[in-house]
């Protein structure tokens, strides 16, 4: 690489600090990112440190490394580095992500981090502030690629989201197709709400962002309003006209699934068939499920009687907690955790997936358990919707499918760019790897 590594310990590159105690209630609505040991945790009007800056966990999270490019308010929960010595902020960013903070934490019942123990630390760093640099703006490209696809895919899943909530819970085509046929004018005992909605959409439609839909789609939408015999449905019980009023268990195969003896090796060792549990879920922004954390062996599938199930199966997370959702892109079995839903009368997967995300608070309310909340299949299978034509739900499935494969597509590369930055990091960190190889 051209430049001198230098041998040295961590405090001889940087020096860290405790951050701040600052209660939530002595906090003032502003822009200044509070940091915590687990990451931004708050916004105050001050701040204690000038960016750019790097914190990392002193109690609570360990482990945990945080870049700053505005001015920030570290916590007592953290430390933060004071003095960067004449070395790149970004490159001590990455430097101390390689740390083992494990070895530096003491023996209390809460263990935490003591800045002079690991101020010991031996690291190995460039003498060459251009070095440094380099070094850090590879890594850094890699983590700006992957925070680009994250967002793409945050601004596909609203897309989703919101489509589905113009098209079957605020029945937007059906609305104006009514409006069009003068269906309110002809109804005089229609609930507030359904009007309320009515009039909105008339104001909308004159206003010159209005853009409707074209003529072939808005003619798969009824032009009607119909009272079903469940209030708590539509409009105050005023559905589309022609849709029906199904049970979830009328229109889904629903299935769930369990785990093998993990005390039997013979179920588990060398598997290479997934093997998926609600952890897998966990934090995930993506409605996708790629991969899985484990893996089973074809005598541990054998003892699930739900099988492996097939790709493009809706999974719904039935307990601890209720409300993970995910599209599997991959076969897989599933735990006890689960309630999938591997097949549709009339319906797809991808209008599944948004009746579940639209209805989450109502599946959530129909939980039961005393140590925590489950939704049991029977429970679920009584829950009521509306399904609409098979047009109009084919066509959602085609525009929000196109979106799930875009977001499908920059997971996969999150991955493969999330695994490259954890090879490359340790390695550029120390010289191992020149920069430009």
């Not at 929960?77 to 003095?83: A, N, Q």
């Not at 251009?130 to 897309?159: F, G, P, S, W, Y």
């Not at 499920?289 to 199966?313: C, V």
Request: charge should be neutral; proline fraction near 5%.
């Amino acid at each position: 690489m051209g430049s001198k590594w230098i041998e040295c310990e961590l405090g001889d590159v940087l020096e860290l600090k405790r951050g701040y105690d600052l209660p939530k209630t002595a906090r003032f609505e502003g822009r200044t990112p509070v940091v915590s040991s687990s990451g931004v945790s708050g916004f105050h009007n001050e701040s204690k440190v000038t960016a750019p800056g790097v914190v990392t966990g002193r109690y609570g999270t360990i482990g945990e490394v945080f870049y700053l490019d505005t001015d920030f308010w570290p916590l007592n929960t953290t430390l933060y580095v004071r003095d960067f010595k004449g070395n790149d902020p970004l490159f001590i960013y990455y430097l101390l992500k390689t740390l083992s903070y494990s070895d530096y934490t003491d023996k209390a019942a809460v263990p935490g981090i003591n800045r002079n123990h690991i101020h010991k630390a031996k690291v190995k760093i460039p003498e060459s502030i251009d070095c440094q640099k380099k070094i850090a703006q590879k890594l850094r490209n890699l983590d700006n690629k992957v925070l680009l696809n994250r967002q793409i895919n945050l601004t596909l899943e609203i897309m989703a989201q919101t489509l589905f909530k113009s098209w079957f819970v605020d029945f937007d085509p059906v609305i104006d197709n009514a409006l069009d046929a003068g269906f309110f004018e002809q109804n005089a005992e229609l609930p507030e709400e359904l009007l309320h909605r009515a009039e909105t959409r008339r104001k909308l439609r004159a206003s010159a962002d209005y853009i409707p839909l074209p003529d072939a789609l808005r003619q798969q939408f009824p032009a009607a309003f119909e009272l079903c015999s469940e209030p708590s449905l539509g409009l105050r019980g005023w559905v589309p006209q022609t849709w029906t009023v199904n049970t979830a268990g009328d229109v889904f195969t629903v299935k769930g699934g369990s785990t093998p003896s993990t005390a039997n090796p013979e179920f588990w060792e060398g598997g290479d068939i997934h093997w998926t549990s609600p952890k897998d879920l966990s934090g995930g922004s993506d409605k996708i499920l790629l991969t899985t954390e484990r893996k089973i062996t074809s005598a541990g599938l054998k003892k699930i009687t739900s099988g492996l199930l097939p790709i493009e199966t809706v999974l719904m997370s039935s307990r601890a907690p209720v409300g993970y959702l995910a599209l599997t892109k991959i076969s897989t079995a599933i735990n006890q955790g689960y309630i999938a839903i591997t097949d549709t009368k009339e319906l797809s997967p991808e209008f599944t997936l948004y009746w579940l995300d639209s209805n989450m608070d109502k599946i959530k309310s129909m939980s039961g358990g005393t140590t925590f909340a489950e939704i049991s299949k029977k429970t679920f299978r009584g829950i009521q919707l509306i399904k609409p034509s098979i047009a109009t739900v084919d066509s959602f499935s085609v525009m929000v499918g196109s979106y799930l494969s875009k977001i499908t597509k920059n997971a996969e590369e999150c991955s493969t760019l999330e695994n490259l930055r954890e090879y490359l990091l340790p390695k550029l960190i120390v010289g191992e790897l020149e920069v430009n190889s």
